[in-house]
């Protein structure tokens, strides 16, 4: 087998205002859990990509090493964890809302050049092989719908880009979309999202660290249920946990292989 990760976190942007405190922490310890806990991942198969190191390019160029010479029997893993938003979207036709679920890398600035779209990942998705175990966790918001708003309190904050709103559709129109093309079609693995796409996704101090809420719960129902309850279960615990600890958040999964273990 030829077990791979790729584990995206993001606390530090170039704007203070978008500053976050848990996500590299997140990735930190969904690491050790896939690595050193479990030891399905073998440290050298596991890439982070952190802060100024997150830009657009980075990830998709990662996301490719991920995704080469995958065949049936391995197991591939994809965490991003930072601020999320969304965006006027370039298939009109097909969003009814129209609007994009976006990712924000470390270098996002409003342009199609620095934003990864929901689309954008569904057609890098595509190329994963049938019989290839792939999980893909998104601690972001508007997180549910990619197939941290201002702070709240000293203790949480949310993964929502400040500025996002600002970028007009006139701008996202005035640039090419060149050869990128949609793909409708269900996802080849499982996506485990904080939130649904309306909703905001919490960067929290808990028991005096901080993480992503759903991050921090999602491992932990892994570590007492993993290896006996479907992916699919595992979230619905998470989001009990969520709704018991304060936090206004409907995690959600989707994709063909929900309803198996995170490991195979």
């Known amino acids: ?30 690491k050790y859990f896939i690595s050193e806990k479990n030891k399905v991942y073998a440290p050298e198969n596991i890439k982070m ?17 991920l995704l080469e010479g995958a065949q049936a029997g391995d197991q591939l ?42 689309k954008e990942f569904a057609q890098l998705f595509a190329a994963i092989p ?21 702070i709240q309190s000293e203790q949480v904050h949310y993964r929502y880009f400040a500025g996002a709103k600002q970028y007009s559709q006139e701008k996202i129109k005035l640039e090419t979309v060149g050869s990128f093309a949609p793909i409708i079609a269900p996802l080849n693995g499982a996506l485990l999202s904080a939130c649904a796409a309306h909703q905001l996704s919490a960067d929290a101090l808990i028991h005096n660290r901080y993480n992503g809420a759903f991050t921090y719960y999602l491992l932990k129902n892994l570590v007492q249920y993993g290896a006996s309850k479907p ?12 709704k018991h600890n304060g936090f206004e958040q409907d995690p959600q999964t989707e994709g063909l292989k929900e309803q198996q273990l995170f490991f195979m």
């Not at 991003?80 to 006027?88: K, L, T």
């Open 49 to 65: 990509l952190t802060n100024q190191e997150a830009t657009k390019k980075q990830i998709v160029q990662q996301i490719k090493w």
């Open 1 to 30: 087998m030829n077990n791979k990760a790729l584990l995206v976190g993001i606390n530090k942007y170039p704007d203070p205002r978008n500053t976050l405190m848990g996500c590299v922490n997140d990735i930190l310890d969904m």
């Open 77 to 118: 893993l994809f965490q991003y964890s930072g601020h999320g938003a969304q965006a006027p979207t370039l298939f009109e036709t097909i969003e009814k809302d129209g609007l994009d679920e976006i990712i924000c890398p470390y270098d996002f600035d409003g342009s199609n050049a620095t934003t990864i779209r929901d």
């Open 231 to 242: 992916m699919e279960l595992i979230v619905q615990l998470a989001h009990i946990d969520l």
């Open 130 to 150: 049938k019989g290839v175990h792939f999980v893909w966790i998104s601690d972001s918001c508007h997180a549910e719908d990619l197939s941290r708003d201002p």
